[in-house]
């Protein structure tokens, strides 16, 4: 069964870069059956989808994100990455790795716990 | 504000039945995009409950059940239990923002 893990700073100062990985087990990141995303959810607010990744490199992204965002895959740590660059206040959030599986729409299962991470200087 | 409009809170007693309603538009559930359903217990991580409009991932008890009708669809919960008081989301697919989105969220309260 799947697994998910989110790890990196809980505190990023603003205009600097923001940039969490997630650790997959119980499955390869190199199947082909699945996409891997990030999801981000303000304190108190709605989710947000940002973007996610397939591990040949293939990446979508939420085009009010796409120009500060970089979802990548490192298939020999059986891990992906997002990175969001220039972040504000507005960043700040709970942010989710998960499973997506292809469909029309996308849906996303399971779900890492999230990591909260705060932008503050 | 979402494309995909939730009442933000609905009560429900022990064995009711509650349903909470996502709304869309004719970018989103009505282009014939599929509707997700996402449950958040307090403190936790989403968990998906529907998947497709009506399926239920393994687990899911079938107390929770799934609808859709041209621009809106539906999540149905029966015999309320207390361990169902959560937040839940649905979520598609918008052709104008060209993204996945997600409702709002509702609160479910069990008196």
């Known amino acids: 069964q799947l697994q998910l893990q989110e790890s990196g700073p809980g505190l990023v100062k603003p205009s600097e870069t923001l940039s969490l990985t997630c650790t997959v087990s119980?499955?390869?990141?190199?199947?082909?059956?699945?996409?891997w995303g990030w999801i981000r959810q303000p304190p108190g607010k709605e989710l947000e989808w940002i973007g996610s990744?397939?591990?040949?490199?293939?990446?979508y992204y939420d085009p009010s994100l796409k120009s500060r965002v970089t979802i990548s895959v490192d298939t020999s740590k059986n891990q992906f990455s997002l990175k969001l660059s220039s972040v504000t206040a507005a960043d700040t959030a709970v942010y989710y790795c998960a499973t997506v599986y292809s469909s029309s729409p996308d849906w996303f299962d399971p779900w890492g716990q999230g990591t909260l991470v705060t932008v503050s200087s | 504000q979402s494309v995909l409009t939730q009442p933000p809170s609905v009560p429900g007693a022990p064995g009711q039945r509650v349903t909470i309603s996502c709304t869309g538009s004719?970018?989103?559930?009505?282009?014939?995009?599929?509707v997700h359903w996402y449950q958040q217990l307090p403190g936790a991580a989403p968990k998906l409950l529907i998947y497709g409009n009506s399926n239920r991932p393994s687990g899911v008890p079938d107390r929770f059940s799934g609808s859709k009708s041209g621009t809106s669809a539906s999540l149905a919960i029966t015999g309320l239990q207390a361990e169902d008081e959560a937040d839940y989301y649905c979520q598609s697919y918008d052709s104008s923002l060209s993204g996945l989105v997600f409702g709002g969220g509702t609160k479910l309260t069990v008196l």
């Open positions: 119980g499955g390869s990141i190199s199947s082909t059956s699945y996409y």
């Open positions: 990744i397939y591990y040949t490199g293939s990446t």
């Open positions: 004719s970018s989103n559930i009505g282009a014939d995009y599929d």
